[in-house]
């Protein structure tokens, strides 16, 4: 299956801002969330529909989420993805001393992963705090 | 009948508008509506009553359930942690009220914490900055009435501050400034075409990553000296263009957030950033802002500042206070297993840290007091609900241009349930008590 | 509650007249009282050492957004100098800009008990009150500013003198403030555009009016209301070469005006940091600059209604901070250090930058020097009051230093000998060398105590030992009968052995025992309806505030929690 290589940064949207407020257990938290935005000539690249779940891998862990078309693009070589526990699966965790981690800018290899499930939130940290993802 | 309340802070985001209505029920103990809100502020509002709300504090157990215990007991067990613990790690402390913060530092005082807020993972490095070369700013009054040359650099306040434009930096009728965002230019930088982009005037399409080099271009451009091509992406022709804009300009602001304090190059970005503010006063009149993320941050910073002398990555643990981001910051700290508890308030670092610094937690013991379920609830082993401030409770909290406003009480907060500050001066009893003061 | 008697102290009461005989000094309920009053006092042996009234600091910069962004911007002031806790007493760090609870104890280790916080921006007033109310020990309040603000410029454009007060009033309510601070008046707005105004008669873009009118308007509205303290200005052209000028002209703006108020108080204009204002030449180079300090004096001298306070260089590293937002950018510009700017909506603005005073340097020689001038070219003790604007000239904690060099002529000389590279230059282009005055013990307790006190319409409760006024009782363990090094006067007056402040010992044996029980003072003063004003305060916040007017006001309890209010009727 092709694997498309991207640069991942992540941020605030308000989409994301508002299912936080509704509460981080709920579905509309994944929907928000649990997505990478890729732009159209990455998503041929990728050879797959929109909606379908991928696995975002970088250098420091891996995640699944759902790919869906960029709503703020265009943007080809970007991936994007909400802040949030998903993101912070992949990110760059350094800080280089800064004491900030490097949240903008992680290269990351994204393919589909078909019949692999989107966590939700309190579900994916568990799982990855007890190292089962 | 409804009643409503007026001039009610909205308490997400370091805008802090202070328009908000709040229509609630006859017996003032329901929220009905809210007027004025963006659609953030509406949901903290209407979702602060729902019926699956969190009440009481809860343990968890050997096997991964959750106990439901007494607010007692959750003050027994966060006071025993943190008096037997030898470098606590307290962090957060943005989402809730100054009173909360102030009260919280004596506890962190006594049992020798580390105290961090959410700066740390948002605009630390620009406090880095600001130490290096100072800050020219104002509030943001200024901007509404006097600019009339506004760049967004590396933030998307259509999504993350969206009341800004409207209340402050684009759209208003101030003093000098009768024709609005007619008399205004609007320059946005980001390397996606944001919503906030899609209004701007002017979008450079930067290159990620590559904002050191652009503001540094900026800053040859406005004295006329020579660029390459094309820098970070963008043609030299439209540098100095837009040079030209900022300095054609009366009163110029810039506003900038993540994009540039969490890519790789960091505070030194900010660094540059504020030295193009600085130049750019050599000609004109120009101010710098930081996008504040969360509605309290900025207090934190300045208790902290007050009564310790240093923003965030405060250590306490020698009985002095130190500060040396990278050493003294959350995301080191847990990562290199330097702290041996810890304490969340007001934050979510389950969700907001690299999951790295999430393990971390989940090994330790750890207290997280919140009034949602969070990925951060979900990795300790106590979780205390508390009273929303700003809907149940009211305290002070600081505007990103540091204007400090009291947030109002709405409605109270469910049945029994305590507050940040009612909480945390329990603890520190039980911790005076417990250290034999 | 508590009594106390301090036996056998060399007393200096500029009130009660006395000038270091040996009286007993007694207190009891938190109050000054005859020592017949006393039935079961714990005795405190002041034997060999100085008493006096707990010193009043009339202007220092210590609490609020501009000071905290100078600690916050300045970690590297707190490496190596933290004082961990100890006892009761919390961490303190800082030097320049210390953390609130370090003033608070700095000040008690002097033998404070009032401090005026300098400067208070209106919108941030939340703040300012936040870190007077965590400063431990010492009683404060704050001056708002006004020399800037929209409103005060548009109703002083046409001398509206009574709406002038009335915002004023409702100002000070709002902000919970206590008099009227004028700084660098129309310059900082004109800071707006990145502009200024040099001198008084240099109008305000847009607004149209002059430093002048606004010193004058402010001046008569201040008369007006009869507030407790008078106008308190820094004028324009702060720290230029050649300001003398600019600021003899401020001066004159009090002529013919007689103070009116309940308080005491008898002067309508104090100067503050005389000596940033006492510059002669146009240049800091030695050929051409000198002080102009006997120049200003001498004014100051023939009238009887303006006090002053000195504003001595200590000659330290320490942090400049002011409202005086156009000057902080010219120094940065100058020494190219890192540069805080805030502009304040409709109402001022800051500025912050570090600054060298180096003994190295000429310029800082002759600062140095006019501060001191003032100060022994004052014919009225209590008129002339001792400060170092800190830290904008120095950390308070050197107003010890300060005293030495006012009371020994041999303490300056080794200065200008010993310790400036360019002493001799110094002599030359300024006064200092030429004068032998050594200020008394007496009249230091006038410049530190009786005379602040009174000029900020104070003297019914501090500034000296008679029975009634508040139990603020210094003794310091200098020895005016043995006594003969001068470096005995800068570590006495820096480590009191005691401090009664309010009735209670916070200062034992040097020891910080307690953290007090701060009050916040206010002026809460009253006037006739006037719904002109009301209709401008409720128009500019609808269209030009970023605030609404309901969330402007300081009305929560937390802020203010230990309030004294001193309540003024200026219904005509």
């Keep these: 299956m092709p694997k498309i290589k991207l640069n991942l940064i992540t941020g605030r949207t308000i989409q994301q801002g508002v299912a936080m407020e509704g509460g981080k257990e709920k579905p509309a938290y994944t929907t928000a969330c649990g997505i990478i935005e890729l732009d159209p000539e990455d998503f041929k690249k990728l050879g797959a529909y929109r909606n379908t779940n991928v696995r975002v891998t970088s250098e420091y862990g891996s995640v699944v989420v759902k790919a869906v078309d960029a709503t703020q693009g265009p943007h080809p070589g970007l991936g994007w993805i909400p802040m949030g526990p998903w993101a912070n699966m992949v990110v760059n965790p350094n800080t280089y001393s800064t004491g900030m981690p490097t949240f903008k800018g992680t290269p990351v290899e994204v393919e589909v992963a078909k019949g692999e499930p989107v966590w939700d939130s309190l579900t994916l940290v568990t799982k990855a705090c007890r190292g089962e993802i | ?437 | 509650m508590a009594e106390y008697l301090i036996k056998n102290g060399f007393v200096y009461d500029p009130v009660l007249g006395i000038k270091g005989d040996k009286v007993d000094v007694a207190v009891k309920d938190g109050k000054m009282v005859e020592t017949s009053a006393l039935s079961n006092p714990a005795e405190i042996d002041a034997s060999g050492m100085t008493v006096m009234a707990g010193a009043v600091d009339i202007h220092a910069h210590v609490a609020g957004p501009k000071v905290c962004v100078g600690r916050n911007f300045r970690p590297e002031e707190k490496l190596f100098r933290a004082k961990p806790m100890a006892g009761i007493k919390r961490m303190e760090g800082g030097f320049s800009v210390p953390t609130v609870l370090k003033t608070g104890y700095d000040y008690a280790r002097m033998g404070f008990g009032f401090v005026m916080e300098a400067a208070m921006p209106p919108l941030y007033a939340r703040h300012v009150h936040e870190e007077i109310r965590d400063t431990p020990i010492i009683d404060e309040a704050a001056l708002p500013v006004f020399g800037n603000n929209w409103f005060v410029l548009e109703y002083l454009k046409n001398h509206e003198i009574e709406n002038t007060a009335a915002y004023i009033a409702w100002l000070l309510r709002m902000t919970r403030g206590f008099g009227v601070k004028n700084v660098n008046p129309g310059g900082t707005e004109a800071w707006g555009w990145g502009l200024n105004c040099p001198t008084v008669n240099d109008p305000v873009p847009y607004f149209d009016v002059t430093p002048a009118q606004i010193i004058r308007g402010l001046i008569e509205a201040n008369e007006y209301l009869g507030l407790p303290h008078c106008m308190h200005v820094h004028s324009n052209s702060l720290g230029e070469p050649g300001n003398f000028t600019v600021t003899l002209d401020t001066l004159k703006q009090a002529e013919g005006i007689k103070a009116r108020n309940a308080f005491g108080r008898q002067q309508v204009l104090h100067h503050t940091h005389l000596q940033f204002h006492s510059y002669g030449g146009e240049s800091y180079a030695s050929k051409s600059f000198e002080s102009k300090s006997k120049e200003v004096i001498d004014y100051v001298n023939k009238q009887d209604n303006i006090t002053f306070d000195l504003g001595v260089v200590t000659l330290d590293e320490t942090t400049t901070m002011t409202a005086d937002g156009p000057f902080e950018h010219h120094l940065t510009e100058l020494n190219h250090l890192k540069w805080v700017n805030t502009d304040v909506e409709l109402e001022t603005a800051a500025g912050v930058v570090p600054y060298i005073y180096s003994p190295k340097t000429f310029i800082a020689g002759a600062q140095w020097a006019i501060g001191l001038e003032l100060g022994l070219f004052a014919k009225d003790p209590m008129r002339t009051f001792v400060t170092t604007d800190h830290p904008n000239a120095g950390p308070f904690i050197r107003y010890p230093r300060v005293y030495k060099w006012l009371m020994s002529k041999a303490a300056r000389e080794d200065m200008l000998d010993n310790v400036l590279k360019y002493g001799n230059t110094v002599r030359d282009r300024c006064y200092i060398g030429e004068i032998d005055r050594e200020i008394t013990l007496f009249e230091l307790a006038q410049m530190t105590r009786a005379g602040p006190a009174k000029a900020l319409g104070l003297e019914a409760m501090f500034g000296s030992l008679k029975p009634g006024m508040e139990g603020d009782v210094a003794v310091y363990p200098y020895n005016p009968e043995t006594s003969e090094d001068p470096e005995d006067i800068e570590l006495a007056f820096s480590n009191a052995q005691y401090l009664i402040k309010g009735g209670e010992i916070v200062v034992k044996e040097g020891q910080i025992v307690s953290n007090g029980n701060k009050r916040t003072f206010w002026v809460n003063c009253k006037v006739d309806e006037n719904p002109q004003v009301e209709r401008d305060i409720a128009e500019k916040f609808k269209r030009y505030y970023s605030v609404n007017q309901g969330n402007y006001e300081v009305y929560a309890h937390h802020y203010v929690p230990n309030p004294y209010v001193i309540e003024v009727d200026a219904t005509q």
């Design chain 2, 1 to 437: 009948m409804a009643k409503m309340v007026t001039d009610v802070i909205c308490p997400f985001c370091g805008t802090l508008c202070d328009d908000l209505e709040v229509s609630v029920s006859d017996d003032g103990t329901k929220i009905l509506d809210v007027y004025n809100a963006c659609a953030i502020g509406a949901e903290k509002f209407l979702h602060s009553q729902a019926k699956d709300r969190v009440t009481r504090p809860r343990m968890k157990q050997e096997d991964g359930s959750w106990k439901e215990v007494s607010y007692d007991e959750a003050v027994e067990y966060a006071a025993k942690m943190l008096a037997d613990s030898r470098k606590p790690l307290m962090y957060g402390w943005s989402s809730t009220n100054c009173e909360a913060q102030a009260a919280g530092t004596e506890l962190g005082e006594i049992v020798g914490a580390v105290m961090d807020n959410t700066a740390t993972v948002c605009h630390g490095t620009t406090l880095i900055a600001v130490q290096d070369v100072g800050v020219p700013s104002c509030t943001l009054g200024e901007i509404l009435n006097r600019a009339d040359r506004i760049v967004f650099w590396g933030c998307n306040p259509a999504h993350a501050h969206p009341r800004h434009m409207s209340r402050y930096s684009i759209f208003p009728r101030g003093f000098f400034t009768g024709k609005g965002a007619k008399g205004r230019k609007m320059v946005v930088v980001d390397p996606r075409v944001t919503d906030t982009a899609k209004t701007a005037d002017i979008h450079l399409q930067i290159e990620q990553g590559r904002d050191f080099e652009l503001l540094t271009a900026f800053r040859v451009a406005f004295k006329g000296e020579w660029l390459p091509d094309f820098v970070a992406g963008i043609p030299k022709k439209t540098i100095y263009e837009v040079a030209d804009t900022m300095k054609s300009g009366r009163f110029g602001i810039l506003f900038f957030g993540m994009g540039v304090t969490q890519s790789l190059s960091k505070n030194h970005n900010i660094d540059q950033a504020i030295c193009v503010t600085r130049d750019l006063n050599e000609y004109t009149k120009w101010n710098i802002m930081p996008m504040r993320g969360h509605y309290n941050v900025t207090g934190s910073g300045q208790v902290w500042g007050w009564l310790h002398g240093f923003p965030y990555a405060l250590d306490l643990s020698r009985g002095f206070a130190r500060y040396n981001p990278g050493d003294t910051t959350s995301n080191d700290l847990l990562v290199r297993d330097e702290v041996d508890a810890v304490f969340v308030i007001g934050s979510d670092p389950g969700a907001h840290f690299p999951n790295r610094s999430v393990k971390k937690i989940w090994d330790l013991p750890s207290v997280c007091m919140d009034p949602h379920l969070t990925p951060t609830t979900a990795v300790c082993k106590l979780h205390v609900p508390v009273a929303f401030v700003g809907v149940e409770t009211g305290g002070c909290a600081y505007r990103m241009d540091n204007v400090p406003i009291e947030c109002r009480k709405v409605v109270d907060p469910p049945e029994g349930m305590l507050t940040d500050l009612e909480f945390l001066e329990r603890v520190v009893a039980r911790v005076k008590e417990m250290k034999g003061a």
